[in-house]
Nanobody, 119 residues
Framework: QVQPVESGGGLVQAGGSLRLSCAAS??????????MSWYRQAPGKQRELVAS???????NYADSVKGRFTVSRDNAKNTVYLQMNSLKPEDTAVYYC???????????WGQGTQVTVSS
């Protein structure tokens, strides 16, 4: 089991960029096999999937962020990143990292990091 810890959130103007990091404690071999995802939750809204990346590097994005966000991972550092460009006020939310193990079907959430985009 790995435990994700997010960082990199903050306040940015519309059109700006931020890079979120998710460092996962635990075994590197376990991390490298996990599907890593970024979710976000805005006030009064349900948590939604933003992007995910498999152990082999296959990625998936929500339509609302395609072309603006890029998810990547560095298995040597047990870290996954979310590069966010051309940010919009509607991207304002708490962003969560989620680590999921396909063999065990167990997942772990990070504590979240706040991203605020001002207009």
């Amino acid at each position: 089991q790995v435990q994700p810890v997010e960082s990199g959130g903050g306040l940015v103007q519309a059109g700006g960029s931020l890079r979120l990091s998710c460092a996962a404690s635990g075994s590197a071999s376990i991390f490298s096999g996990n599907v890593m995802s970024w979710y976000r939750q805005a006030p009064g809204k349900q948590r939604e999937l933003v992007a995910s990346i498999t152990s082999s590097g296959n990625t998936n994005y929500a339509d609302s962020v395609k072309g603006r966000f890029t998810v990547s991972r560095d298995n040597a550092k047990n870290t996954v990143y979310l590069q966010m460009n051309s940010l919009k006020p509607e991207d304002t939310a708490v962003y969560y990292c989620y680590s999921y193990s396909l063999p065990t079907r167990l997942g772990s959430w990070g504590q979240g990091t706040q991203v605020t985009v001002s207009s």
